[in-house]
């Protein structure tokens, strides 16, 4: 959501990081602040934005409700209706973000994120969530299903996202469900239940993909719903991690990205010039080959090299896909409820 590199002085409530251009809030995820996401602007303005981080979406959007301004915000897709709602949000002016055109049909059809009001979300980046295992202790044949998370042999030895959304997709998945915008509440209990089996099995719930690889670098867990980057890093680096995207019950793609935050104390024409250099080509490249992410430009990414996509786990498979799509809000808080209870053992 969001994702890579959050450290725990990033994961202080709005800590700002990057105090830079004071005309230009960003409040994001750590690791976002890089320049690579936005050269243009930098070239236009000659200074960065001004970055504020949080480390997960309910706190950002407490943080938002109680006071606290920037200019453009970060959150995931699931989490753009409830921001809308609470009117922590107001339309783009998508006349100054003409790079807009490359963004795909689907985002623009949607009515939480596009309607006869205006624009409310651009897409910026994009991953998977699947099984990231440890080659040389399992065995390709444990890791086939998502039942393996289950599995006593490996007691103590997996990892979940402390992130209601990923871990909800695994257990969605692994009882059957591969579209959770139909979800009902009783199969909100059934991924509750199957999420409390594999509760039992859980080393530890890490935070971002640091962490993770820490937990995966020394042994300690041996499997873990991950997002992409983490495996690709790793193994870039020489450890030995594999992905498996194609498991039989599936995997998730989820998507975050950027909106115009209501009455936001620096200056539009600043907000919508990063939103713009946000969405260039050369964004793009830098998000697939530096992080391991797809990118809003669609039309970008539709001439990226097929095999880089594959090495890092953002190609085409043969397995059903749970897209992290905005889902009910009702939905969404027994999600939030369910999660905290089976985290502290009930």
Known sequence: M????????????ATTAFAADPELIVFDWSGYEEEGFYPDYTAKHGDIPTFAFFGEEEEAFQKLRSGFRADVGHPCSQSVEKWRDAGLIEPWDISQIPAYANVDAAYKENPIFADDTGVYFIPADLG?????????????GDIESLQVFLDPKYAGRTSLPDNVDDAYSLAFLATGVTDWTTATPAQVDAASEWMRKAHANVRAYWADGAELAQLMATGEVLISWAWNETPVTMAADGAPIGYQREAKEGSSLWFCGYVNLQNGPGSEQKAHDFMNAWLQPEVTDYMVNEWGYGHG????MADFDTTILDEVGMGKIDAPILRQLP???????QMVASFEKIKAGF
């Open 2 to 13: 969001k994702r890579l590199l959050l450290t725990s002085a990033a994961a202080l409530f």
């Open 128 to 140: 998977a969530t699947a099984i990231a295992y440890n080659t040389e202790e399992v065995p390709a």
């Open 297 to 300: 430009n669609a039309q970008a």
């Open 327 to 333: 889902l009910e809000n009702a939905i969404r808080e």
